[in-house]
């Protein structure tokens, strides 16, 4: 009879196995023992010590590649890589899934105090070892080819439009496949857990609508408008006079055909252009501007010349109302799987740094709404409908794209349950001239 110890250092052939060399190797790392059960490509298996195979996740590590690109990119990047290549998996087993594998580790991390920890030499030339042995040591592989390659001068105008295209020009079937109706990606407004995810939707539009204080025949400017949600709601449901400015050419298609198939021409024009270009002329302010989660793609330097631009274009006294992510730490961007394979150049701050950049911007806070928990069930709703729409997804785009978005989701709804992220609607008004902003107000 063998133990957990045995079995964990042999392949299926009884010979020694990598799993047992990689976890001894890996322990000066982690602070201790390897906190998953670990199968690797010579089918041999580890199991931490003081519990059953099903008290941990499974990760399989089905190449040496996925072990090469840890020690070219230790930590997020490199598994993040092996992850979308599926050079690493984490198996739906034992009611372990991608989410709960991944709260098991970050717990571990915090308990084991791992962020920030100093790795001694000897640690690292036992790695560097372990890896000759397994026969991992060897040349970078290749960035995955869903990996985001943007160049240029940090946010340029041709750069920006290079890392909106990325993301959002993907292919508007695919986000419809995972968007509800009004294609709203951006935080919903949930009432109770079990509102629909369309229903959310249309709640944070009618909640933007009424906080900006929308009425017909006033005109306004939306910065950044996606796929439309927020302007089409607004002219077809307040009676706006819409302006929309994007930089992503497919969501221009989209909004287009919106717009003619609902017969809003009179109400609603979008522009291709740059939000540093949508200033209107002295005298032709709007009456209110929106810009939902477009704040994040501005950069840090260029954060007060898209605050100018939010002033300039309403008129005195007319409202503001930014949507924007919020983030504290050392990545700002997210996080290196958040920077390279979704949304390159991206920078978040908490959001009293934000409120302060734009009251230096010369605008007025009046409110700031905290909706961080809403942004759990919003990804959750996203979630399943990209799992409900899996075949379709990858007869789409392809299995590295699926499992890009997988992990994305699956983070990103953890990030925001956990604390690491929030989201927050903050309400403004250009001084200058009389609000109509109530004393009382019931948005």
């Given at each position: 009879?063998?133990?957990?110890?045995?079995?964990?250092?042999?392949?299926?052939?009884?010979?020694?196995?990598?799993?047992?060399?990689?976890?001894?190797?890996?322990?000066?790392?982690?602070?201790?023992?390897?906190?998953?059960?670990?199968?690797?490509?010579?089918?041999?298996?580890?199991?931490?010590?003081?519990?059953?195979?099903?008290?941990?996740?499974?990760?399989?590590?089905?190449?040496?590649?996925?072990?090469?690109?840890?020690?070219?990119?230790?930590?997020?990047?490199?598994?993040?890589?092996?992850?979308?290549?599926?050079?690493?998996?984490?198996?739906?087993?034992?009611?372990?899934?991608?989410?709960?594998?991944?709260?098991?580790?970050?717990?571990?991390?915090?308990?084991?105090?791992?962020?920030?920890?100093?790795?001694?030499?000897?640690?690292?030339?036992?790695?560097?070892?372990?890896?000759?042995?397994?026969?991992?040591?060897?040349?970078?592989?290749?960035?995955?080819?869903?990996?985001?390659?943007?160049?240029?001068?940090?946010?340029?105008?041709?750069?920006?439009?290079?890392?909106?295209?990325?993301?959002?020009?993907?292919?508007?079937?695919?986000?419809?496949?995972?968007?509800?109706?009004?294609?709203?990606y951006s935080c919903g407004y949930h009432a109770t857990p079990e509102v629909s995810l369309e229903?959310?939707?249309?709640?944070?539009?009618?909640?933007?609508?009424?906080?900006?204080?929308?009425?017909?025949?006033?005109?306004?400017?939306?910065?950044?408008?996606?796929?439309?949600?927020?302007?089409?709601?607004?002219?077809?449901?307040?009676?706006?006079?819409?302006?929309?400015?994007?930089?992503?050419?497919e969501q221009k298609k989209f909004i287009d055909a919106r717009i003619a198939e609902r017969g809003?021409?009179?109400?609603?024009?979008?522009?291709?252009?740059?939000?540093?270009?949508?200033?209107?002329?002295?005298?032709?302010?709007?009456?209110?501007?929106?810009?939902?989660?477009?704040?994040?793609?501005?950069?840090?330097?260029?954060?007060?010349?898209?605050?100018?631009?939010?002033?300039?274009?309403?008129?005195?006294?007319?409202?503001?109302?930014?949507?924007?992510?919020?983030?504290?730490?050392?990545?700002?961007?997210?996080?290196?799987?958040?920077?390279?394979?979704?949304?390159?150049?991206?920078?978040?701050?908490?959001?009293?740094?934000?409120?302060?950049?734009?009251?230096?911007?010369?605008?007025?806070?009046?409110?700031?709404?905290?909706?961080?928990?809403?942004?759990?069930?919003?990804?959750?709703?996203?979630?399943?409908?990209?799992?409900?729409?899996?075949?379709?997804?990858?007869?789409?785009?392809?299995?590295?794209?699926?499992?890009?978005?997988?992990?994305?989701?699956?983070?990103?709804?953890?990030?925001?349950?956990?604390?690491?992220?929030?989201?927050?609607?903050?309400?403004?008004?250009?001084?200058?001239?009389?609000?109509?902003?109530?004393?009382?107000?019931?948005?």
């Amino acid at each position: 009879m063998t133990t957990t110890a045995d079995r964990s250092t042999e392949t299926s052939t009884g010979a020694p196995g990598i799993a047992h060399r990689l976890a001894e190797a890996l322990e000066p790392f982690l602070a201790g023992p390897l906190p998953v059960r670990l199968r690797c490509w010579d089918g041999s298996e580890f199991v931490p010590p003081g519990g059953a195979p099903s008290d941990f996740p499974l990760v399989e590590l089905r190449s040496a590649d996925a072990v090469r690109r840890l020690l070219w990119h230790p930590g997020e990047l490199g598994a993040a890589q092996a992850y979308v290549t599926g050079e690493l998996d984490v198996p739906e087993v034992d009611g372990w899934d991608l989410d709960k594998a991944l709260t098991h580790a970050f717990a571990v991390s915090r308990e084991r105090g791992l962020s920030g920890a100093r790795i001694r030499p000897r640690a690292l030339l036992e790695a560097v070892r372990a890896a000759v042995e397994i026969g991992a040591l060897g040349k970078r592989p290749a960035d995955p080819a869903t990996q985001a390659d943007v160049k240029g001068r940090l946010h340029s105008k041709l750069r920006d439009r290079s890392a909106i295209s990325f993301h959002y020009d993907l292919s508007n079937a695919f986000y419809e496949l995972i968007l509800e109706k009004n294609m709203a990606y951006s935080c919903g407004y949930h009432a109770t857990p079990e509102v629909s995810l369309e229903e959310a939707q249309v709640a944070k539009l009618d909640m933007v609508c009424r906080k900006l204080g929308l009425e017909p025949g006033m005109r306004m400017l939306d910065v950044g408008c996606g796929w439309g949600s927020l302007s089409l709601h607004a002219a077809e449901h307040f009676g706006a006079q819409v302006t929309g400015v994007t930089i992503a050419a497919e969501q221009k298609k989209f909004i287009d055909a919106r717009i003619a198939e609902r017969g809003l021409q009179d109400r609603v024009t979008i522009r291709l252009q740059d939000y540093r270009d949508a200033v209107p002329a002295a005298g032709q302010e709007y009456d209110a501007v929106g810009s939902l989660e477009m704040g994040e793609h501005v950069g840090q330097k260029n954060y007060p010349t898209y605050a100018r631009v939010l002033r300039e274009s309403v008129k005195p006294g007319g409202r503001v109302l930014v949507q924007q992510m919020s983030r504290s730490g050392k990545w700002p961007g997210g996080g290196p799987f958040i920077q390279s394979f979704i949304a390159p150049d991206m920078h978040m701050r908490p959001v009293g740094e934000t409120v302060a950049l734009l009251e230096a911007g010369g605008l007025e806070v009046r409110d700031v709404h905290a909706m961080r928990e809403h942004y759990v069930l919003t990804v959750a709703g996203w979630l399943e409908r990209f799992h409900a729409h899996r075949e379709q997804l990858v007869a789409m785009m392809g299995e590295e794209v699926y499992r890009v978005w997988e992990l994305y989701l699956v983070g990103g709804a953890m990030a925001f349950r956990d604390g690491r992220m929030g989201v927050d609607q903050i309400l403004m008004v250009r001084p200058g001239g009389p609000h109509t902003l109530p004393a009382v107000r019931d948005f």
